[in-house]
């Protein structure tokens, strides 16, 4: 992998070229072709090749929190997060592997699935609902997992981000997908994109980026990395 811009290098270091800044950060890491779809026959793993699944390991590694819708959980059938060895130094003094934070309304998620069965008592998975889902759901859920329930009809985004930060978890990488994105950036609350753009033409119907509500964003472009004909991009929300 090979560094385009700024300037031009040989090989990376992938940790230091996503290393979080200081203070809590909201970082969305996507997949897309070149023609802007997210997914390919429902999945993003269609898209992805060996450097976005180095670049997806680096930045689980660098969270202090995964985040990811309940469609996204269901559709890609998530587990809890793996710990590495290549994750030990850039976890000193945190859990062996982020936890997984699930954001759902309904709460329609199994409850006997890995993600909630296999993550370790240090990363236990969360789950991020509201007021208006259901009490015996929200009460099952909470012998399976953490429970944080922020706003009353609907999940409040902002308060679920503060209450995250207040439980030591500021670094948040999120995972999608669309729909949650474009809900996270009508809130403002999107500090960074890590991008990588396949190298694929796709059409159909697949969502974008973000499904949603209209909103921007403006944002600087602070790398884009290279390798076989992927382009891995991470920009950065203009203050």
């Known amino acids: 992998m090979r560094l385009i811009h700024p300037g031009s290098s040989g090989d990376v270091d992938l940790a230091q070229a996503y290393a979080y800044p200081d203070g809590p950060c909201v970082r969305l890491n996507m997949v897309a072709s070149a023609d802007g779809g997210a997914w390919l026959e429902g999945l993003s793993g269609g898209l992805s090749g060996k450097g976005d699944r180095r670049v997806f390991g680096v930045l689980r590694g660098l969270a202090d929190v995964v985040v990811a819708g309940a469609e996204t959980v269901r559709a890609e059938g998530y587990g809890p997060a793996r710990p590495r060895e290549s994750w030990r130094p850039l976890r000193e003094g945190r859990p062996a592997a982020p936890p997984v934070a699930v954001v759902t309304r309904r709460l329609d998620l ?3 699935s890995p993600l909630f069965t ?4 240090d990363a236990r998975t969360i789950v991020i609902t509201c007021d208006a889902a259901p009490r015996e759901r929200r009460e099952e859920a909470a012998r399976h997992a953490e429970v944080i ?11 679920a981000v503060e209450e995250l930060g207040r439980r030591g978890l500021g670094r948040v990488l999120c995972e999608g997908g669309p729909n949650l994105n474009a ?3 009508a809130a403002g609350l999107i500090d960074e994109l890590c991008l990588t753009l396949s190298p694929t033409l796709i059409g159909g119907d697949a969502a974008r980026v973000l499904n949603g509500p209209a909103s921007l964003t403006r944002l600087r472009l ?8 992927f382009l891995f ?7």
């Open 110 to 112: 199994d409850l006997a």
């Open 149 to 159: 329930v922020a706003g009353h009809e609907r999940v409040d985004l902002t308060s």
């Open 233 to 239: 991009t991470r920009y950065v929300r203009l203050r």
């Open 118 to 121: 296999e993550a370790e008592p």
């Open 222 to 229: 602070a790398h884009v990395l290279e390798e076989e004909g």
């Open 183 to 185: 809900q996270l950036a």
